[in-house]
C-alpha cells in the first residue's frame, strides 16, 4: 500500500463561503417563491436547504502534526497531512483502527483513569452507540511507549527484570492503517518480542566465555556495562519489524534492569563476595610492596642485619599489621633482639 498526500484540498475556508452563501440563496429562494407563489421556486428551496449540510461533512480541520486516511466506499483515496482547513467527498470515511487503543504511552490518553472506566460501563456504551464519534485522526508527533517491565532470563539463565521506553513516529499513515490490524498493538507485541532476543544473548554483568556479537569471539559485553549498545541493537531489532507498518523507531532506551526478586538477594551476595576479594587482593599486593619496601631499606641503610629467621618474623609482622581489619596492638620489647 502506497501513500497518497490529498495537496489539493486545503479549499476549506472557500467552500465554507460558498455553502453558507447558496444556504442563503435557498432561502431567499423559498421566500421569493412564496411571494410570487411559485411551487417550483419553493420545492427547490426546501430542498436544498433539507440537503445543504451533507456538504459541510465534507470540511476537516488538522492541527500541526496531524493526519487523516480517508476512504471512500472501501477505496482508499489518499491521507490529508499538515495543518490547514480542509474540503474532502463528504461520503469520504476517515479510518483509524488505533484511535481507541489506549497504551502506557505520551500523547495516548486523552481522559483521567476515572472516566476511562466509565467508558467501559454500559452507561459509557449506550452513549457512544447514541452517536459520540471517535477521533480518527493520525498523531505524527514523535510518542513515547513506556512498555511493561518483563521477567526475561539472559544468555546464563539467571531470571533479571527490564523495561524499556521507545520513541517513534508514524511515517507513513496508508501502511499504518491498512498493513495491520492495529499498528499501537503491533508495536508494543514488537517491542516485547525484540526485547527478549536481545537481552537473552547479554548476561547481566561481564562473565567469561560469552559471545554477545556473534562472531565467535567471546567478549565483555553485558547489560549492565553496554547499555547503550543493548539499547541500540534493540531499536534496530524493533525497526525492522515496523517497517512494513510505516513506523520510525527513533530511540530505544533501558529504563530499567534489575534481577529477578527470587535472585536478588543471592546475587547481592555473590557481588559483595567479588568486592571484598577485590579490595583484599588490593591490600595484600600493597601491603607486600610495603615489606619488600622495608627490607631493602634497612639492608641499605645498614640499621641492623637480620637474619632469615628474623627476616620471616618481620615479614609475618608487617603483613598481619598492614592486612588486618583492626588497628594493631604493638608490644615494645625492652630486652635483646635475640
Do not use: H
Amino acid at each position: 500500500m502506497e501513500e497518497k498526500i490529498l495537496q489539493k484540498k486545503k479549499n476549506g475556508m472557500t467552500m465554507l463561503i460558498l455553502f453558507v452563501l447558496l444556504y442563503i440563496a435557498a432561502i431567499a429562494v423559498i421566500i421569493i417563491g412564496a411571494q410570487r407563489d411559485r411551487g417550483i421556486l419553493i420545492a427547490v428551496g426546501v430542498i436544498y436547504a433539507a440537503l445543504g449540510w451533507i456538504p459541510f461533512c465534507g470540511l476537516a480541520v488538522l492541527k500541526p502534526q496531524e493526519a487523516v486516511v480517508l476512504t471512500l466506499f472501501g477505496k482508499y483515496i489518499g491521507s490529508l497531512k499538515g495543518e490547514g482547513f480542509y474540503f474532502v467527498n463528504p461520503f469520504c470515511s476517515a479510518i483509524n483502527p488505533a484511535a481507541e487503543t489506549k497504551l502506557n504511552q505520551s500523547g495516548d490518553v486523552k481522559a483521567s483513569a476515572a472516566k476511562l472506566m466509565q467508558l467501559n460501563t454500559m452507561e459509557g456504551l449506550n452513549m457512544n452507540r447514541k452517536g459520540n464519534s471517535v477521533d480518527k485522526k493520525i498523531s505524527l508527533k514523535i510518542m513515547t511507549l513506556n512498555n511493561n517491565r518483563q521477567k526475561i532470563n539472559d544468555c546464563l539463565g539467571n531470571p533479571i527484570e527490564i523495561g524499556i521506553a521507545v520513541m517513534w513516529r508514524v511515517t507513513d499513515t496508508a501502511k499504518a492503517v491498512f498493513n495491520v490490524d492495529n499498528y499501537k498493538e503491533y508495536l508494543s507485541l514488537q517491542c516485547d518480542s525484540a526485547l527478549r532476543n536481545i537481552v537473552r544473548m547479554y548476561p547481566y554483568d561481564v562473565a567469561e566465555n560469552v559471545d554477545t556479537t556473534g562472531d565467535g569471539i567471546a567478549d565483555d559485553g553485558s547489560l549492565r556495562g553496554s547499555s547503550e549498545l543493548v539499547a541500540e541493537r534493540i531499536r534496530q531489532e524493533i525497526q525492522n519489524k515496523v517497517s512494513e507498518a510505516g513506523l520510525e523507531i527513533i530511540e530505544a532506551r533501558i529504563t530499567y534492569l534489575a534481577y529477578a526478586p527470587e535472585i536478588a538477594a543471592a546475587m547481592l551476595q555473590r557481588q559483595q563476595a567479588s568486592a571484598v576479594i577485590d579490595a583484599r587482593r588490593l591490600i595484600v599486593d600493597g601491603a607486600v610492596g610495603m615489606v619488600e619496601m622495608a627490607l631493602n631499606s634497612l639492608s641499605e641503610k645498614e640499621v641492623v642485619e637480620l637474619d632469615e629467621e628474623r627476616k620471616a618474623a618481620m615479614v609475618s609482622n608487617l603483613l598481619v599489621v598492614l592486612c588486618g581489619n583492626k588497628d594493631a596492638q604493638p608490644i615494645v620489647n625492652s630486652g635483646s633482639l635475640y
